[in-house]
């Protein structure tokens, strides 16, 4: 038998989860090395701009 689901739903947020992967493998970011949540923050959109330029 088969679950009725809404695969666009399914498609962005299998895309999410896969950006988050990728984004614990900046090892600044899955080990949280900044002490303020700005520079945090900051590290963020810098591995996020990595990941989407990759």
Request: no cysteine; proline share 0%; glycine share 0%.
């Amino acid at each position: 038998m088969e679950r009725d689901y809404d695969k666009e739903l399914y498609k962005a947020r299998h895309l999410i989860e896969n950006f988050f992967a990728k984004l614990k493998l900046f090892r600044a970011i899955a080990t949280r090395y900044d002490k303020t949540a700005r520079n945090f923050l900051a590290a963020v959109y810098l591995a996020a701009t990595a990941i989407w330029l990759i």
